[in-house]
């Protein structure tokens, strides 16, 4: 699970506007947020290849996810770790992008 979830109520609450619905803050943890920068880079050098010579060496990228897929704590959210170990990894930088911005 991801720690610390926060309710945030918008500031209408206050003024005795009807407010909207509550919106979750959540927090990464900070492996969590290597694997989303894993992710990116991964998705940027993918977009390169079309376009660059040498084409880049995604190795050591796969490498990474899957060092620190295997550091994620017990209590991760189960989506994620299903999109690493089946190495979805665009469902899994989506997911947590999603997250992120909570």
Do not use: C, W
């Not at 610390?4 to 003024?15: D, F, I, M, Q, R």
């Not at 969590?32 to 050591?60: C, F, G, H, W, Y």
């Not at 796969?62 to 190495?87: M, Q, S, V, W």
């Amino acid at each position: 699970m991801y720690g610390g979830g926060e309710v945030l109520y918008p500031s209408k609450v206050a003024t005795g506007e009807k407010p909207e619905p509550a919106v979750s803050k959540v927090s990464m943890t900070d492996t969590e947020q290597s694997i989303l920068d894993s992710l990116r880079d991964l998705d940027e050098k993918i977009r390169q290849m079309a376009t660059v010579t040498p084409k880049p060496n995604l190795l050591p990228i796969f490498e990474r996810l899957d060092n620190l897929a295997r550091e994620l704590p017990r209590g991760t959210d189960p989506d994620l770790i299903h999109y690493l170990h089946k190495k979805s990894y665009e469902k899994a930088r989506l997911h947590l992008e999603g997250h992120r911005e909570g």
